[in-house]
């Protein structure tokens, strides 16, 4: 088994798929294609190959049945956990291996969600045409890969203290920032201001974008932003938000893995960076 040359990648579910004996960012650079014969051959599976986004060749992808067991040659861990891995600590779209990994994931989310036509039920097959597309036969309707914007805000008060809330999907402790997504007929910057009232009750201002990241759980494109607090009190709206706070940047709580746009927002905060963007 190559598991340190780049190569294909296995998803099952939400994790993905390595040798057991490999650890570190290297989990990151697939499986040879010669060990993954063995997945393509599994009941169910689904092999593609789509273009990378960088020139450095194809992406071939396996996705496997969630039922299938593995032996012990082979480890599955899930995809934010490997994220957390990445050695340049935030995901970058497109270059290098992380980018190569996250866009092979959006891709097998998304075949697995367009196997049939959404317009008359057929089954799709992959169009023929040259893009990353799906077809169906039947009424001719062409289906693209899908991408949801959603914007992650980092809110700055005149002390200096960021906003940072526990949402109830996150593990105990982890604080990160208010996010959501954006409306059909809604800019970026409004989504920013309808999602802070939405969560946490308070308004704010001047806000400005710092950068995207691509996703894919299962097929988002965040767009980061830094904003000012503008008036209101802080009250979590308990249904998605169960505690939100001003922190300074010597009482943190447990904050978001590395592998985040999150994380980079408030590493930029911690290191006096925000507003100078």
Same mark, same amino acid.
């Given at each position: 088994?190559?598991?340190?040359?780049?190569?294909?990648?296995?998803?099952?579910?939400?994790?993905?798929?390595?040798?057991?004996?490999?650890?570190? *960012? %290297?989990?990151?650079?697939?499986?040879? @294609?010669?060990?993954?014969? #063995?997945?393509?051959? &599994?009941?169910?599976? +689904?092999?593609?190959?789509?273009?990378?986004?960088?020139?450095?060749?194809?992406?071939?992808?396996?996705?496997?049945?969630?039922?299938?067991?593995?032996?012990?040659?082979?480890?599955?861990?899930?995809?934010?956990?490997?994220?957390?891995?990445?050695?340049?600590?935030?995901?970058?779209?497109?270059?290098?291996?992380?980018?190569?990994?996250?866009?092979?994931?959006?891709?097998?989310?998304?075949?697995?969600?367009?196997?049939?036509?959404?317009?008359?039920?057929?089954?799709?097959?992959?169009?023929?045409?040259?893009?990353?597309?799906?077809?169906? *036969? %039947?009424?001719?309707?062409?289906?693209? @890969?899908?991408?949801?914007? #959603?914007?992650?805000? &980092?809110?700055?008060? +005149?002390?200096?203290?960021?906003?940072?809330?526990?949402?109830?999907?996150?593990?105990?402790?982890?604080?990160?920032?208010?996010?959501?997504?954006?409306?059909?007929?809604?800019?970026?910057?409004?989504?920013?201001?309808?999602?802070?009232?939405?969560?946490?009750?308070?308004?704010?201002?001047?806000?400005?974008?710092?950068?995207?990241?691509?996703?894919?759980?299962?097929?988002?494109?965040?767009?980061?932003?830094?904003?000012?607090?503008?008036?209101?009190?802080?009250?979590?709206?308990?249904?998605?938000?169960?505690?939100?706070?001003?922190?300074?940047?010597?009482?943190?709580?447990?904050?978001?893995?590395?592998?985040?746009?999150?994380?980079?927002? &408030?590493?930029?905060?911690?290191?006096?960076?925000?507003?100078?963007?």
């Amino acid at each position: 088994m190559d598991g340190v040359s780049r190569g294909v990648y296995v998803f099952q579910g939400n994790s993905l798929v390595f040798p057991a004996e490999v650890s570190g *960012p %290297a989990v990151q650079k697939g499986i040879s @294609p010669e060990a993954a014969a #063995a997945f393509a051959d &599994i009941k169910g599976a +689904d092999s593609f190959a789509i273009p990378s986004l960088d020139g450095s060749g194809d992406i071939p992808g396996i996705a496997i049945p969630e039922s299938f067991k593995l032996d012990s040659r082979w480890k599955a861990l899930p995809l934010r956990q490997v994220l957390d891995l990445s050695a340049c600590g935030t995901i970058d779209g497109g270059p290098g291996d992380t980018g190569r990994l996250i866009r092979s994931y959006h891709i097998s989310l998304w075949r697995k969600e367009s196997r049939f036509c959404g317009s008359c039920g057929s089954p799709n097959k992959d169009a023929d045409t040259g893009e990353l597309a799906r077809l169906c *036969p %039947a009424c001719g309707r062409m289906e693209f @890969p899908r991408i949801s914007p #959603a914007v992650i805000t &980092i809110i700055i008060n +005149d002390n200096g203290e960021a906003l940072l809330a526990h949402n109830k999907k996150f593990a105990p402790g982890v604080y990160s920032l208010i996010a959501g997504f954006n409306e059909a007929g809604e800019s970026l910057e409004a989504t920013v201001v309808r999602e802070t009232r939405e969560e946490v009750g308070i308004e704010v201002k001047d806000v400005r974008y710092v950068r995207s990241q691509p996703w894919p759980f299962p097929n988002s494109l965040m767009l980061g932003f830094a904003a000012r607090y503008a008036g209101g009190t802080v009250r979590p709206d308990g249904v998605e938000i169960e505690d939100a706070r001003w922190f300074n940047r010597k009482e943190l709580p447990l904050l978001p893995g590395n592998g985040s746009v999150s994380r980079y927002l &408030i590493g930029l905060w911690i290191e006096g960076k925000i507003a100078r963007l």
